[in-house]
């Protein structure tokens, strides 16, 4: 028994690899089915999920040491209710993650308020879809796994989870990707970025008239053009702004 809840562990590691590596939003739904998971197991859940919960908190803890090291890793879990916590802990602790990459962008100047209240959105709307379908996966995983016995049914728990809670993810990101889309138009989240960048490198407040861009654009150009000592970086700037700008307002004789 032992040798194939290894031989099973093995193999999760590997799949979980090649996850990471090939589907978008992987990270993100195999948080949330753990976590789904640990929420099956802490219901009074089967047998089956309390070993998959195990299984998956070996998982969760690895993440949680490669992401903030053992010591902290240690301090969250003590805090929380030890290492049967730890699947519970790693999709709220991936948010956090998450969020706080995402504002040392925006303080860095790679990334704006509006996309960092974009990613969240998109962040939040994954992990709680990927939980909701992790929790569904686990449940009929461990169903189905029964034909195998007792390993068979925990195997199926930890396979439903992974697989639910990736799925939901991905639908969970899409719908928001698509909401926000819908809502804010302009395109794709960096899309909306790339403009309201170009608008700031003139000067402008988004949305200004045609006139004023090309106005402003021309003055900038006479600025800063090379020939006329002006800085060849920012003379280059300017243009990929302006052309950004021309193209999204369609200003097809405005050059």
């Known amino acids: 028994m032992p040798r194939i809840t290894d031989l099973a562990c093995n193999h999760s590691g590997a799949a979980k690899k090649k996850l990471q590596e090939k589907v978008p939003r992987a990270n ?12 099956a197991a802490a219901r009074g859940g089967s047998n089956a999920l309390v070993a998959a919960n195990g299984v998956m908190g070996g998982h969760a803890m690895k993440a949680m040491v490669d992401t903030v090291g053992a010591r902290n890793a240690g301090m969250v879990l003590a805090k929380t209710g030890g290492a049967s916590s730890a699947t519970i802990v790693l999709p709220i602790g991936l948010l956090g993650y998450q969020f706080a990459c995402d ?3 925006y303080w860095k100047g790679d990334i704006d308020g509006a996309q960092l209240a974009e990613s969240t959105t998109q ?3 994954a992990m709680g879809a990927g939980c909701v379908g992790g929790y569904g996966g686990a449940v009929v995983g461990a169903e189905v796994g029964l034909v195998g ?4 049914a925990m195997v199926g728990g930890v396979v439903g989870a992974v697989v639910g809670g990736v799925a939901g993810a991905i639908i969970g990101d899409t719908v928001a990707s698509s909401a926000l889309n819908s809502l804010l138009g302009g395109g794709t989240c960096e899309q909306r970025a790339t403009l309201r960048k170009a608008y700031r490198q003139l000067g402008l407040e988004q949305g200004a008239s045609n006139s004023n861009v090309r106005s402003q654009y021309l003055r900038l150009s006479r600025e800063n053009h090379p020939d006329k000592g002006g800085n060849k970086k920012e003379f280059v700037k300017i243009n990929a702004a302006y052309e950004i700008i021309r193209a999204s307002q369609n200003m097809k004789n405005a050059r």
Do not use: D, E, I, W
């Open 103 to 105: 504002v040392k962008k």
């Open 123 to 125: 962040n939040v709307a």
């Open 149 to 152: 016995g007792p390993v068979g």
């Open 28 to 39: 993100t739904g195999m948080a949330a089915g753990a976590g789904a998971v640990g929420v």
